[in-house]
């Protein structure tokens, strides 16, 4: 269910919707049945990619869930986790995003 309502969050982003192909990629369960807890978002980007907007984007979507969901992001052997979202984690994770795309920025 989180995964469906980040999918149309950044869906409705005009800046990530320009540059993303965004798509859960899993099984759905059917009615009544519990899910595999192995669904995941899927991202296919283009040129257009930016790191920042899109970081800023799931952060946005993470503070708008009552439970506040923890965010895992992979990119490669790149691994960032947002638990609260503050400036810092945000700035971190948009740095390693950027480098692990062959971006400017640093990893620290």
Same mark, same amino acid.
């Given at each position: 269910?989180?995964?469906?309502?980040?999918?149309?969050?950044?869906?409705?982003?005009?800046?990530?919707?320009?540059?993303? *192909?965004? /798509?859960?990629?899993?099984?759905?369960?059917?009615? &009544?049945?519990?899910? %595999? &807890?192995?669904? =995941?978002?899927?991202?296919?980007?283009?040129?257009?990619?930016?790191?920042?907007?899109? =970081?800023?984007? =799931?952060?946005?979507?993470?503070?708008?869930?009552?439970?506040?969901?923890?965010?895992?992001?992979?990119? &490669?052997? %790149?691994?960032? *986790?947002?638990?609260?979202?503050?400036?810092? /984690?945000?700035?971190?994770?948009?740095?390693?995003?950027?480098?692990?795309?062959? /971006?400017?920025?640093?990893?620290?």
């Amino acid at each position: 269910m989180e995964l469906r309502s980040l999918q149309n969050w950044l869906r409705a982003d005009p800046v990530v919707r320009r540059s993303t *192909v965004v /798509e859960v990629r899993g099984n759905v369960p059917e009615p &009544g049945e519990m899910g %595999t &807890g192995l669904d =995941v978002l899927g991202l296919v980007t283009e040129n257009g990619w930016s790191a920042a907007s899109f =970081v800023l984007a =799931v952060a946005a979507w993470r503070q708008s869930r009552p439970q506040r969901p923890r965010v895992e992001i992979r990119r &490669g052997d %790149t691994v960032i *986790v947002l638990s609260d979202c503050s400036q810092e /984690e945000i700035e971190r994770a948009t740095r390693a995003l950027a480098s692990a795309d062959g /971006e400017e920025g640093d990893n620290r």
